[in-house]
Nanobody, 113 residues
Framework: QVRLVESGGGLVQTGGSLRLSCSAS????????MGWYRQAPGKQRELVAS???????NYGDSVKGRFTISRDNVKNMVYLQMNSLKPEDTAVYYC???????WGQGTQVTVSS
């Protein structure tokens, strides 16, 4: 079955960096778009970044220029490099398989001011 497992979250100060990882299994990873989403308390889940099968990417406006999504089709991994973190980036970050209802359990990112 589809399994997505995020890791790499934590507590960081404003301006710091974190790298999130998502390990994928149970499907043919290389043929699917993958995405990172986040949900802050009291807010709707929002798209952070997507990466397509050809390696092309798109980002939410609030993270453009600070976050970078990448994938490794050999290891079945997707990554999110987050730089210049801000308190408003605090959220639970989720990995998602394409547009399907398959999500990881989430990893907490907290940015202190």
């Amino acid at each position: 079955q589809v399994r997505l497992v995020e890791s790499g979250g934590g507590l960081v100060q404003t301006g710091g960096s974190l790298r999130l990882s998502c390990s994928a299994s149970g499907f043919i990873f290389r043929i699917f778009r993958m995405g990172w989403y986040r949900q802050a308390p009291g807010k709707q889940r929002e798209l952070v970044a997507s990466i397509f099968t050809d390696g092309s990417t798109n980002y939410g406006d609030s993270v453009k220029g600070r976050f970078t999504i990448s994938r490794d089709n050999v290891k079945n991994m997707v990554y999110l490099q987050m730089n210049s973190l801000k308190p408003e980036d605090t959220a639970v970050y989720y990995c998602r398989l394409g547009e399907q209802n398959y999500w990881g359990q989430g990893t907490q990112v907290t940015v202190s001011s």
